[in-house]
C-alpha cells in the first residue's frame, strides 16, 4: 500500500508527513505503520505556551504521579509528589541510570483549562472511544515529561488502543530512550482501523462473552458494532470502572504536600 502511493517503507526512520488527508492516514499508518505528521502540533496553544516556567508558576504544587528510577528500569518506582520537586529532579538527573519519567494520565483532565491548550487534531476527531460510557472510557490525555534518559517498558497499551503521541519539546526515540528530555501528550486511539482488536481486547478480559453478540454484528458497521457492544457491557464492569477511577483520584489527593 506505501508503494501504491509511491512510498518506500524505510526501517531506518520513521517517515515524515504534513498535509495528510485522514483517507490517506488511515489507508497507510492507523494501526500499521507509524508516522510523524509535521502540520498539526506547531498550531496549538500547548505548543507555544507550555514550559518549565510556565508549569513551574501556575500548577507547581499540585501533585504529579511520576516514576524515578536509580538504577535498573524494572527497580523503577512510582511516586507522586508536587510538579515543583519534579522540575527539580528533572535538572538534577544526566546520568543513564538515574532518571524521573512524569506519566499522568490525570493531570490534564484535573486541569480542563490546561486540557484546553491541547489543540484540535483532525486525525484522531473520529475516536470511537467517545462512543465508550465514561465509567470505562480511556482518558485521553496522558501528560509525559521524560527527563533524559527516560524510558518505558516496551508494552502492549490496555484496550490495544494507538497510542498518538504529541511531542511538544525535546526528542522521543521509539524502541529506544530519550537523548534529550521531552514533554508530550498521549491520546489513545480507536478507529475503524483497530476496533475490531479494541473489542477483542475487552472480550478476552471476560468482561463480555462473544455468544452475546447478535448474528447480524458481522454486517454492521463499526460505529454500529461499538455502540451495540456498549450496550451489553454488564453494570458490574461499568461499577468497577468507576470505582477505579475514583481510587486513583483518592491516591493522588491524599499525598501530604
Ligand atoms: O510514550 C511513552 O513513554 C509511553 C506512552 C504510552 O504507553 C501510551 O501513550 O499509551
Known amino acids: 500500500m506505501l508503494r501504491h502511493y509511491g512510498y ?12 495528510l488527508s485522514l483517507s490517506e492516514f488511515r489507508e497507510l499508518y492507523d494501526a500499521k505503520w507509524p508516522v510523524i505528521v509535521t502540520d498539526i502540533i ?6 507555544r505556551t507550555w514550559n518549565k516556567e510556565f508549569f513551574l508558576t501556575h500548577y507547581g504544587s499540585q501533585n504529579v504521579l511520576m516514576r524515578t528510577v536509580k538504577g535498573r528500569l524494572n527497580e523503577s518506582v512510582a511516586q507522586v509528589k508536587p510538579l515543583s520537586d519534579f522540575v527539580r529532579l528533572l535538572d538534577q538527573t544526566t546520568d543513564p541510570t538515574s532518571w524521573v519519567y512524569l506519566e499522568d494520565e490525570l493531570f490534564l483532565i484535573q486541569n480542563p483549562r490546561l486540557r484546553a491548550f491541547v489543540g484540535s487534531n483532525y486525525l484522531l476527531d473520529e475516536n470511537m472511544f467517545s462512543l465508550f460510557p465514561p465509567e470505562i472510557r480511556p ?3 496522558m501528560l509525559l515529561w521524560g527527563g533524559q534518559h527516560s524510558r518505558s517498558f516496551l508494552h502492549m497499551d490496555p484496550y490495544n488502543w494507538t497510542a498518538v503521541n504529541a511531542v511538544l519539546w ?10 534529550n528530555e521531552c514533554l508530550s501528550v498521549s491520546m489513545q486511539l480507536m478507529s475503524p482501523s483497530n476496533h475490531l ?4 481486547e475487552i472480550v478476552k478480559g471476560g468482561n463480555l462473552h462473544r455468544d452475546k453478540l447478535p448474528p447480524l454484528f458481522d454486517s454492521m458497521g463499526p460505529v454500529e458494532q461499538v455502540k451495540l457492544f456498549m450496550s451489553l457491557i454488564p453494570k458490574e464492569t461499568l461499577q468497577s470502572g468507576e470505582d477505579t477511577t475514583k481510587k486513583v483520584l483518592k491516591q493522588k489527593a491524599d499525598v501530604i504536600v
Do not use: C, Q
Not at 518506500?8 to 498535509?19: D, P, T
Open 139 to 141: 482518558w485521553d490525555s
Open 197 to 200: 482488536a479494541v473489542l477483542e
Open 42 to 47: 506547531p498550531f496549538w496553544e500547548a505548543y
Open 170 to 179: 525535546g526528542a522521543k526515540h521509539w524502541k529506544a530512550y530519550n537523548i
Open 8 to 19: 518506500s517503507e524505510s526501517m531506518g526512520s520513521v517517515e515524515k508527513r504534513s498535509l
